[in-house]
């Protein structure tokens, strides 16, 4: 096979027109859009624009921390430069404006350097995350008829390049692979860098600057367009709601392609604040915690099971944790009983972030008492947030009453990417985003998360659509019907449990076949059911569907028992 890098772009490049908000997504409409200009809430900027002013306004200070294996460190300055030679190098082999890019790497400085790279020539990157295999990622090339994809060369154990060879040798659009190390039949990222010949032609604020990848309810993950304009918004009021300025640092302890640690306030906030990003390669206090001494780290986000382990190591951990100031916990439900214990534990602060790659964000604020920071997921981060609770017909339900959320504003989509049928689903007639979560608005405007409405499961923040599990097991030959629920686990929250409906005649089967099964189709490896349960047929609802709520409730009074 030829090296994909060779492959000779494509006469027409199709990208062009995805970079125009309305065209492969819906838009604000233009009222929406001048009111949030009017406002100052957009304001015109984009990321390359930002780096760059940064550079200029204090180009000596460490921006960026890569600790691991060696300790590497990036000025603003340095970090800006390397933005604008790896962008010369991406658009001397053809990436241009709208092009899309898989990113696919851990927490490691180049992810940074290649996201700002990205962003200078208007190329979006489509965040992967670490764990994402095969079927994922070939989706994610496919879909998005993606030119480049960018690996590490081996990374926890797997590695990398074959699977980048298998996904190239089935996408026709996918020209370039570069690898962080050893590239093998690929491209080596260290090659790509090369002096600028003259300014770039950028991407403008409103266009789009990068696609996220919703937690997913479908078979298949749907994109998430985001702005220049709006994610900037987002960030400057996240910093402003949890104090980030140039004296922090923001330790990234989750992947950093997840919206949580990039913008809530996350790496990308602290860069914004001039302050400094420091990678954590593992999450573990073994890790986490020299580190946090060692960098003087001030601020971090965590979800709710990895709050918990900090919360019990810190007890018996040597390392000084003093400098931490505040920790943000979100991502799935974080109990009252955990988060009652953080605060003593770590010696710090803790928010608690209620938000999703869509956009809304919801925040426990700094001078809330007590009681409201452990018991609530916070309120909005924006004036212009309009939240809405409603019953099952969309009217709003009284103050107080738990029901849907739906919300609207400045840095919310208005619909998902090159995703008309299922937008129609997700998004009320006048724009607003049915988020799937029920909720409670206490009169302070604080949200109290109380469930979900959504077919989903949240395994510790890691999002699995129950749809997209099932359709790999139904694959299994002897499986006649499949049904995907969670069932309640103390530590992650949900679990996964897979009911499966032999096919009449089969072999016999046992629940690690199931699992093997799964695991072996190539997909993140939280996907794979941690449980797997055989049944001679489902509860239905009273039109015939099959009944997740009945299956759901066996399960969990199956655990109870
Ligand atoms: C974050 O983003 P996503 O896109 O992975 O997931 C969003 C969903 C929400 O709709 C909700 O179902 C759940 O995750 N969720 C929470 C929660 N935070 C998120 N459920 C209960 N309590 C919370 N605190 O997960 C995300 C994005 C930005 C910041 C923080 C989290």
Redesign the pocket.
Known sequence: MPAPDRRTPPAQDPAVTALTPGVDAPTWPAGFAERYRAAGYWRGETFGGMLRERAAAHPGRVALVDPAPERRTWTYRQLDERADRLAAGFAARGIGKGDRVVLHLPNVGEFVEVVFALFRIGALPVYALPAHRETEISYFCSFTEAVAYVIPDRHAGFDHRDLASAVARKTPSLRHVFVVGDPGEHTALAEVARAPEGPLAGPEPHELAFLQL??GTTGVPKLIPRTHDDYLYSLRGSNEICGVNAGTRFLVVLPAA???PM??PGWLGSLLAGGRVVLCPRPEPGTAFPLVARESITMTGLVPPLALVWTQAAADAEDDLSSLELVLV?????SEEAARRLRPALGCRLT???????GL?NYTRLDDDEETVVTT?GRPLSPADEIRVVDDGDRDVPEGASGHLLTRGPYTIRGYWRAERHNARSFTPDGFYR???LVRRLPSGHLV?GG?AKDQI?RG?E?IAPEEVENLILAHPAVHDVSVVAVPDTYLGERSLAYVIPREGAEPLRPAQIRRFVRERGIAAYKVPDLVEFVTAFPHTGIGKVSKKGLRSAATAAEQQ
């Open positions: 919703s937690g997840h919206n949580f913008s809530s979100g991502g799935a439900k974080y608690q972030v209620f938000g999703m790659a869509e964000v997921q988020t799937g979560d998360v979900r949240n923040g999002k």
